[in-house]
């Protein structure tokens, strides 16, 4: 289950709004494919590993990080390809608390006579679906609070950053989808806010709190940036110039609903993010 782990980690902060689930084909103790989820409306983990593996997943055993689904969402159930490939047993880590789940992909194998085992390296599996769970059950993101402080307590106001934390910030705005910072800090500091330093790291939606001054440099990288600001605040004309030539729109707001379902809806594409466009990401950092 920990390399079935170990895969899932390939996908993470690539998959919203799904969790990053990865699966093992094993025969006669040895693993034969493996697979992970590269992104909503792709084909899950299991379905990867299986096709993978090919005729050899007859009789083998399957360990999957998330218990597998039972409905039909962007792919079809991962239950039917489990029963359809012949596996024998099934090795599952987390318990899915999304309705749509929810025991039923367990009991459906259980029924067709596959071997179910749930809970294998459960707190594993659970701390690394934990974005997973609290978007499903409360439809709210992850937050991941990030600040630079001493030992005895006190934010920083000099440079305290070593090499280690700034390349694990860097590996966070990897994976997670969203960085949220207020416009003092972009005025402040002149953030990038950008991934530095990741192998095919990719640029989180930067959200800020305010207007950011139409030079800012984050303005101009790659990716999209988001102003949050309060609807009495309306954006200037330069300002506005400066966002929409980086990808970002001003325009009214209009809150999105949180979705559920493994194979529910995205969130409002990050490109061309709106004015106060309230998205919600299953995950974001705050940093600077
Ligand atoms: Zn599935």
Not at 22 to 43: D, F, Q, S, Y
Not at 45 to 60: D, H, N
Not at 105 to 133: T, Y
Not at 175 to 203: E, F, H, K, M, Y
């Amino acid at each position: 289950m920990r390399l079935a782990l170990r895969e899932a980690e390939k996908g993470r902060g690539r998959t919203h709004p799904n969790p990053a689930v990865g699966a093992l084909v094993v025969r006669n103790g040895r693993v034969i494919a493996r697979g992970h989820h590269e992104k909503a409306g792709g084909p899950h983990a299991e379905v990867i590993a299986l096709r993978k593996a090919g005729s050899r997943a007859r009789g083998a055993d399957l360990y999957v990080s998330l218990e597998p689904c039972n409905h039909i969402g962007r792919t079809p159930p991962c239950t039917e390809a489990i029963l359809a490939a012949g596996v024998k047993r099934v090795f599952y880590g987390s318990d899915d608390p999304n309705p749509l789940v929810d025991g039923h992909g367990a009991r459906v194998l259980a029924r067709q006579g596959v071997g179910v085992h749930a809970g294998i390296a459960k707190d594993e599996c659970d701390a690394s679906n934990e974005p997973w769970f609290k978007f499903i059950t409360q439809g709210l993101p992850w937050v991941v609070l990030k600040a630079a402080i001493t030992l005895d307590g006190k934010l920083s106001g000099g440079t305290i950053s070593g090499e280690q934390s700034r390349a694990l910030v860097h590996l966070w705005r990897d994976q997670l989808d969203a960085i949220l910072v207020g416009a003092g800090t972009v005025r402040a500091d002149d953030p990038l806010l950008s991934v530095r330093g990741v192998p095919n790291g990719r640029n989180p939606l930067r959200v800020i709190l305010g207007m950011p001054p139409p030079k800012a440099r984050l303005l101009r990288q790659p990716g999209a940036a988001s102003p949050a600001c309060s609807s009495k605040a309306a954006p200037t004309s330069t300002a506005s110039s400066s966002l929409e030539a980086c990808g970002t729109s001003c325009g009214s707001s209009s809150r999105r609903k949180s979705s559920a379902g493994r194979n529910c809806p995205g969130p409002a594409s990050t490109k061309g993010a709106t004015w106060n466009s309230a998205t919600s990401p299953a995950s974001a950092t705050t940093s600077c």
